[in-house]
């Protein structure tokens, strides 16, 4: 299964309208953000009423949501509303609350009048998918008022004021433009999906926030059928409740002027969609796997955006084939012997290195990351060979899974066909190993 942060794919319905207002400071024309590229996702630090967080940048959301604190003592927040928030998932609503009049900087980015949305519900964490503390997301606010590049290569998002003459000029010269429409406070485009030997024209949802390729709702259209090919999945994790669908490929899919064949296409069923509100004839959804492939530019005041090729245009779409998702479930205190030789070259071994060391230095303990399975799907095959839901990581190939990132193993594990992948796990103080090649069945 393909690692996704399908969690960030929030398409709630809020009643009202904010009065935030982001603004460039200093005198400045423009603003430029570092951000963290991590599973498709851009992550920004964010200060709110003086306090520094870690927010998901998300075009498919309406309003700034805050639901971790993590290793924060406390942020203050005001004038605070309590009301119910639906979103991807079976579930039924669930509570929050809403809080005006906020500050709200990200350098010299600034609102003084921000509202944030406060998530009740602790089984929505971020924070174990991504293997960074994250504590929010940003959308419409963001982008509404200012012009917004986001260069991937780079990592850099560069906010312009609205009135910046050269920018748009660069823009004239170098990038493609295309209509959208802002809807709900969303950006949304018309895209060519050919599956099947059919093309459709499609209004898609432009969500940075989903780490998928595309996403379609076939409850919405009866034009774009299945592939003949699909997996059924668990797609992960909306405000209410587990979300699932299928995956399959479609024969290719056009955005900024530029056609990919093969795209991995994700079918979400209707149960998990069922409390979505849609705006009118939208099919689905254009997400990061295929964003993140261009230097693109939003200007929601003109309903335009600008798009221009980057090194990823022509990256593969792979899928994870060996069926699990990793989570990483907190950190552990871990005992290493440092050795040093003659040549003062050093060793560092863990607690559960065979080595006898008997000319070590010291031992120190550090603090590691554990990875535990999140899910398994059903046929896959790690389930074949006993892998189960809630085994501790252990090693990988024969390396201490210590070494590694979230980012780093789903890498390797949609890597390529016929790859064996070893995997040592926990269950029960148990230790098992397994054995499994990946496979491509899509």
């Known amino acids: 299964m ?44 964010v200060i709110v009423n003086g306090v520094e967080l870690i927010f998901l940048l998300d075009t498919g959301v309406e309003q700034t949501i805050l639901f971790s604190l993590d290793d924060k003592e406390e942020v203050m927040l005001f004038e605070l509303e309590k009301l119910k928030l639906r979103g991807l998932g079976s579930k039924e609503a669930i509570d929050s609350y809403k809080s005006s009049k906020n500050k709200v900087e990200i350098k010299d980015y600034v609102d003084y009048n921000h509202e944030i949305y406060i998530i009740l519900d602790q089984e929505f964490n971020f924070s ?31 906010v ?35 599956s099947n030997n059919e093309t459709v024209s499609s209004k898609l949802l432009i969500d940075t926030g989903n780490s ?19 997996i059924q999945d668990y797609l992960g994790k909306g405000f209410s409740g587990s979300v699932f669908g299928r995956r399959g490929r479609i ?31 939208r099919v689905g959804s254009v997400g990061s796997e295929i964003i993140s492939r261009f230097s ?39 005992k290493e ?31 590691k990351p554990i990875f535990n399975i999140a899910s398994v799907r059903t046929g896959s095959e ?7 839901v809630g085994d501790k990581l252990l090693k990988i190939n024969n390396n201490s899974v210590y070494g590694y990132t979230i980012e780093k193993i789903n890498e390797l594990l949609k890597s390529e066909e016929g790859k064996t992948i070893e995997i040592e796990v926990e269950r029960k103080n148990k230790t098992y190993t397994c054995n499994f090649q990946l496979k491509k069945i899509i």
């Open 2 to 45: 393909r690692f996704n942060l399908l969690f960030f794919l929030l398409l709630f319905s809020f009643y009202g309208y904010s009065q935030s207002d982001f603004q460039i400071e200093n005198k400045r024309t423009k603003v430029v953000i570092p951000f963290k590229f991590i599973n498709n996702l851009i992550f920004i630090p």
């Open 128 to 158: 174990s998918h991504v293997g960074i503390p994250v504590n929010g997301i940003i959308g419409y606010n963001f982008f509404s008022k200012n012009i917004v590049e986001i260069d991937y290569d780079r990592k850099k998002i560069i």
């Open 160 to 194: 312009y004021d609205h009135n910046h003459k050269k920018i748009r000029n660069r823009l004239n010269k170098k990038f493609i433009m295309d209509s959208i429409t802002i809807e709900g406070n969303k950006p949304y485009c018309v895209a060519n999906i050919k």
């Open 212 to 230: 998928d390729g595309v996403w379609v709702f076939t409850n919405n259209t009866d034009k774009i059928k299945l592939p003949q090919k699909t």
């Open 251 to 281: 024969t290719s899919f056009e955005f900024g002027n530029k056609i990919f064949d093969s795209t991995l296409v994700t079918f979400p069923d209707s149960t998990s969609i069922k409390n979505v509100n849609f705006v009118p004839n």
């Open 296 to 334: 693109i530019v939003f200007d929601y005041l003109n309903n335009v955006i600008y798009t221009k090729p980057n090194s990823r245009l022509k990256k593969p779409f792979q899928f994870n084939m060996s069926g699990i998702e990793v989570e990483h479930a907190g950190l552990e205190w871990v």
């Open 337 to 367: 012997t440092i050795e040093e030789n003659q040549n003062d070259k050093i060793k560092i071994y863990t607690d559960n290195s065979s080595k006898n060391l008997e000319n070590s230095l010291k031992i120190r303990f550090t603090l």
């Open 382 to 388: 790690a389930e074949k060979v006993g892998i189960k």
